[in-house]
């Protein structure tokens, strides 16, 4: 997009990429921190992204022995392959800015004993509010502005961004600053999961265009249940469900949380399962209602009482948005392996606190929080003192910036391709060797046939072909990573090697673009707990 004339040039001492929970943390810790702030997104900042659609819980625990013991547990679920350090600064800063989140009034409940709630955060009234405070910071912010190249300076350091205003029609922009941090969210392959239609992996594809590393990518095929014709993935309620096959006979399952995972290898082998919340007790299923209506609205519309009445389940992919990949983190900062370069919130690998599981809700929810604060912090300290120019635009436009040849696949054939290889249970939830090999080189051919552009779209879309390449991209690292991991472990499940092999008590990075590589993390797990390690 360079310096021509019809292009809108700003100036920023830090610029955000993204709209959620992570990236407004991030602008409001920068401002915090003395720089000039501007935020970009995509959609519509305090609106767009999965925790506007529905809400947050928090991984919050408060100082005291009771903060290590969680670190110890969480540990053991993880698979040995998180970082205690991150794990405790993760907890200690996220209780301080939920302190802060409530003296700018957030309304958090209370105990009948007076004792403040706030473990858990309304989605809506959350990002309302964080727009608001960033807003009244200082920020400026850029609705509906995406992203879609980074810029750098003579010496490959990142030094802004260039992108389109949507709503006007598709004006080009670039913003010139002293750092950048990418709170672009995971990528869940527009699976319909609610609230991540804006969730396509784009940050990724920017980065690793720059040589960024990831890590992770293995643990990304996180899927969640919900009602057949529902979207809403809110799982917990599942917690009280009794599960039944097709024919009403009960299945198996263990009670509890754990029965959701029983319930999703049965639907993975393609049989019907059907769900009733007939253990919840009587005294709470009003609460439940009261906490998650999106829930239960489409359980209503149908005429169904769920508590008293079984009704059918799928799973959904939820992706790296629930999964654990994103990109490599180099320091406390949140650096990544690109100078000039942060990430935060789903963006970023969070295997450092959840390892090879997912971090659901809480622990997202917290990590969104810090991790935004983090790079806040980080950019504002790297931009300091840094001359702001015009960037250095890749020589050779970025991947769909330039529509291809007659007869270049459109955009719709690219993610339908690559959802194939993504979206079924059999290609994610449960992996085999054949299954990955063979994904991996449609998947390879599919790389090949996009390299020379996408059909043309109009201006205000020109957004649309790198969110498909983003995701063929994103796929690409997910299965090579899948491969190069010869075990099973938390959400890595192999069915033809079903054990774990303590050879791979490492992180797995991988990167590339037109050559997909993977390496084993040089930088070890870090650990308190003896068991995790066992």
Known sequence: MGNRPDVDELTTDVLIIGGGPA?????????????????????????SGATAAGGNNLWLIPRGP??????????????????????FRVLATSWDRVELLAKWGYPFPSAPDGQPLRSSLQGPEYMRRMRRKAHRSGVRILDHHPALALSTDAEGVVDGASGIARQDDGRPWHVSAGAVVLATGGTAFLSGTFGTNVDTGDGLLMAAELGASLSGMEFSGAYALAPEWGVHTKGR?????????????????????????????????????????????LAMRQTMRDAQPNYFLPLDKAGIDPFTTAYPIRMVHEGSVRGTGGLRLTGP?????????????????????TGAVSGGGSRNGSWAIASGTFAGRGAAEFSRGRT?????????????????????PGVDDVVRATQSHVLPPL???????????????????????????????????????????????????????SL???????????????????????????????????????????????????
Not at 23 to 42: P, Q
Not at 333 to 353: K, M, N, S, Y
Not at 440 to 467: C, H
């Open 23 to 47: 990236a407004t943390w991030a602008a409001i810790s920068a401002v915090e921190a003395g720089s000039r702030v501007t935020l970009v997104d995509k959609g519509f900042c305090g609106t």
């Open 66 to 87: 009771r903060r290590e013991e969680s670190v110890r547990e969480s540990e053991v679920a993880a698979g040995g392959l998180t970082d205690s350090e991150w794990m």
């Open 237 to 281: 309620m599942l917690q009280w469900a009794s599960f039944y096959d097709e024919d009403g006979q009960p299945l198996a399952t263990e009670p509890g949380l754990g029965g959701r995972q029983d319930a999703q290898r049965v639907l993975a082998r393609g049989r019907r399962v059907f769900a009733r919340l007939d253990r919840a007790p």
């Open 333 to 353: 900062d949140c650096a990544t392996t690109v100078p000039g370069l942060f990430a935060a919130g789903d963006a970023a690998t969070r295997e450092l606190i």
């Open 388 to 408: 702001r120019g015009a960037g250095h635009p890749a020589a050779e436009p970025g991947l769909g910036l330039r529509p291809g040849p007659a007869g270049a």
């Open 427 to 481: 290609r994610s939830y449960l992996k085999t060797a054949d299954r990955l090999t063979e994904s991996a080189a449609a998947l390879e051919t599919l790389w090949r046939d996009v390299s020379g552009g996408l059909a043309a779209v109009p201006s205000r879309d020109s957004y649309k072909p790198r969110q498909a390449i983003a995701m063929v991209a994103a796929a690409r690292w997910i299965t090579a990573a």
């Open 484 to 534: 190069a991991r010869t075990e099973t472990r938390g959400l890595h499940r192999r069915e033809d090697l079903p054990e774990r092999d303590h050879r791979h008590d490492h992180r797995i990075l991988v990167g590339g673009l037109d050559e997909v590589w993977t390496a084993a993390d040089p930088v070890r797990p870090h650990l308190v707990s003896s068991e995790s390690a066992a």
